[in-house]
Every structure is written in C-alpha cells, then in structure tokens.
C-alpha cells in the first residue's frame, strides 16, 4: 500500500473503552477532540463522548509517522467505524472489562472490521482490569482463536502513554512481520 512514510491507525471499540483518552496520552500534537457533553447516560455515565472523530500523530523519526484515528463509540454512530478505517493499516480494538459483556462487544468490532481481523490487523486492549479481572487476557486468546484467528491481547491502562505505546509497538510489528 502506497503510504508516503503516513500509516494511519484506527482506535475502535465501545463507549468509554477509552479511544479519546488513549489518542491524547500517546500523540505529539495537540489531538484533535470532538468531544460534546454525553447525553447517553444509559450506556455510558463519563461526562463527554466522542461525536465525531478523535485525531492525533505519533512521529517516528525518519520522515515516518502514525496517523491516529479515533472513531465514536456510540451505537448510533456505527455508520462512521468502516467510513473511518477505509485505508487504515490497522485498527486497535479497545475494550471496557467493566461492560456487562466485554467479550460480545469484542465480537461486536471485530465483525464490523472481519477485513482487518482475517488480515491479523487488529490489536485488542483490554482496560479496568484492575476493577475487572474477568474475563482475563486468556479467555479473549481463546475466544479469538474460535475464530480460527490469532490476534495479539493485552490488559492496558490507556490513561498511561506506556501502555498505549505497547498497542502501537505491537501494531507495528505486526505490520511489519506481514510485509516480509
Ligand atoms: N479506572 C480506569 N479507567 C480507565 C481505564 N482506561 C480508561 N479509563 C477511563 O475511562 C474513560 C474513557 O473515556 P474516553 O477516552 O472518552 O472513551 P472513548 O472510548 O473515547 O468514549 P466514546 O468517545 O464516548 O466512545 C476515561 O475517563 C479514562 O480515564 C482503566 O484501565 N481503568
Ligand atoms: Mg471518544
């Protein structure tokens, strides 16, 4: 794929499972944040959420850098997912353990980007493990794998730059393993 040293990389996954907050800790610019006051209290009590898209850059020395998506978590908004990875290398699924069913809303995401998933282009963050150690980072590999997939899952914090550097490290070398 035709990049010009530009690899855009989209964060996905349910309300509140931290897409805003991973972009922001992560990016060398100021993010872009669409954020408006969050009415949708049923799903989700945070005080913001997402209504257009999250935008920031990571550089990576060289004249390379990542172009950082973010799209809205609300159901209502499930029209933007594929629009916002059209060209994407990769998409970083987060997840809310503290959902009522974090393991369906994986599923959830990765049927809407199955192109990604069956391309082994898809990292999976689990986050509020701390609260919620179930299901572990075990019990995702094996729900994976019942989709004949391997995908690389990692309980993170995305509120610490660490470990939303581990996703993208991760993505990275994925990436590159495929090219070879
Ligand atoms: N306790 C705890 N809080 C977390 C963790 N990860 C993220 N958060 C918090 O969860 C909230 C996530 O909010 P956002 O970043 O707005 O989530 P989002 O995915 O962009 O949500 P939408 O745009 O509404 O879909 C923030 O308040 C974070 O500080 C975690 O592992 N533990
Ligand atoms: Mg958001």
């Known amino acids: 794929m035709e990049h010009n040293g530009a690899y855009k990389i989209v964060f996905s996954g349910s309300m509140g499972a931290g897409k805003t907050t991973a ?12 954020d408006v006051m969050n009415t949708d209290t049923t799903q989700h009590t945070k005080a913001t959420t997402t209504v257009g898209i999250d935008y920031g850059e990571v550089d990576l ?9 973010g799209t809205p978590g609300q159901e209502r908004f499930d029209f933007m997912w594929e629009i916002l990875a059209r060209r994407a290398l990769g998409i970083i699924l987060l997840v809310d353990n503290s ?16 192109q990604f998933s069956e391309e082994g282009a898809i990292v999976i963050g689990i986050g509020r493990t701390e609260g919620h150690p179930k299901p572990g980072v075990e019990d995702y590999h094996r729900e ?17 730059k660490k470990d939303v550097k581990l996703l993208l490290n991760a993505m990275l070398s994925t990436l590159e393993a495929r090219e070879r």
């Open 99 to 114: 959902r009522p069913d974090p393991m369906a809303d994986m599923n959830r995401f990765l049927d809407v980007f199955a």
């Open 61 to 69: 020395g060289q004249g390379e850098k990542l172009l950082l998506f």
């Open 144 to 160: 994976v794998e019942k989709r004949k997939l391997v995908l690389p899952v990692f309980a993170v914090d995305v509120r610490r």
């Open 23 to 34: 972009i922001g800790v992560v990016s060398d610019i100021p993010p872009i944040i669409t």
